[in-house]
């Protein structure tokens, strides 16, 4: 199977305050996790591929000391988004890759809808 | 970096006709692209996908096209049901892994 969990799944937060989103493969093992965020009605925007062990990395114009992200094991990758504004108010989902797949597809978490007041 | 363009954004059939979503991408690299549908407030669900190496396929009312010199793929949905309605979104990736999403058709279809 190629299963991925969120958690939370919906937090809403005073404006300032620092969330963390966990993105976690329940039954394989993720190298690479991706990270996006969606707006009402919108598309899925890419914001970083995260890695396992080393440093993510970040699609042009997503600010990575706003959006920290954390891969430390081959489960879980966390998205924290620090100091967060009501402008950070959105959708964010995971996905991940299953290699013990033959295909290519990726696999998505449920999502955390953060909203800041 | 990868520009992928969705069209039309939204589109209403009647139940038993055709759907037809279109997608341009482009960066020639790109050698892999997904569709994914998402029901409103869950995950995007992978429904069908297409390498490069291949122009075609089809998976029974589902089918991709893809045209690497026109760098555009197709979505085909044939005698779409109720059930089909959700939005619709197309990618492209190179080996799968960054996805560049087109803005998504919103489908509805009329019973």
């Known amino acids: 199977g190629a299963v991925v969990s969120q958690h939370p799944s919906r937090v809403i937060c005073k404006s300032g305050t620092s969330v963390k989103i966990e993105c976690r493969s329940l039954d394989f093992q993720a190298t690479t996790m991706f990270w996006y965020r969606q707006f009402p009605k919108k598309s899925l925007m890419l914001m970083a591929t995260?890695?396992?062990?080393?440093?993510?990395?970040?699609e042009q114009g997503v600010e990575k000391d706003k959006f920290l992200i954390n891969h430390a094991s081959l489960t879980l990758s966390t998205l924290t988004v620090t100091s967060a504004h009501p402008e950070d108010s959105s959708f964010y989902i995971c996905s991940a890759k299953n290699p013990g797949l033959a295909g290519w597809g990726q696999f998505f978490g449920p999502g955390t809808r953060l909203t800041v007041l | 970096g990868e520009n992928v363009e969705q069209h039309p954004s939204t589109l209403s059939v009647q139940e038993g006709d055709s759907a037809v979503i279109k997608c341009t991408y482009s960066?020639?690299?790109?050698?892999?692209f997904p569709w994914y549908k998402q029901e409103l407030g869950k995950r995007p669900q992978l429904i069908i996908d297409i390498r490069s190496n291949v122009g075609e396929k089809k998976d029974q009312r589902i089918a991709v096209t893809l045209n690497k010199t026109a760098k555009h793929f197709s979505l085909h949905i044939t005698e779409t049901q109720p059930e089909d309605s959700a939005v619709y979104f197309c990618a492209a990736s190179l080996t799968g892994n960054q996805f560049y999403f087109g803005t998504g058709t919103s489908l509805t279809v009329i019973p």
């Open positions: 995260s890695n396992e062990g080393s440093k993510a990395t970040y």
């Open positions: 960066d020639s690299a790109s050698n892999y």
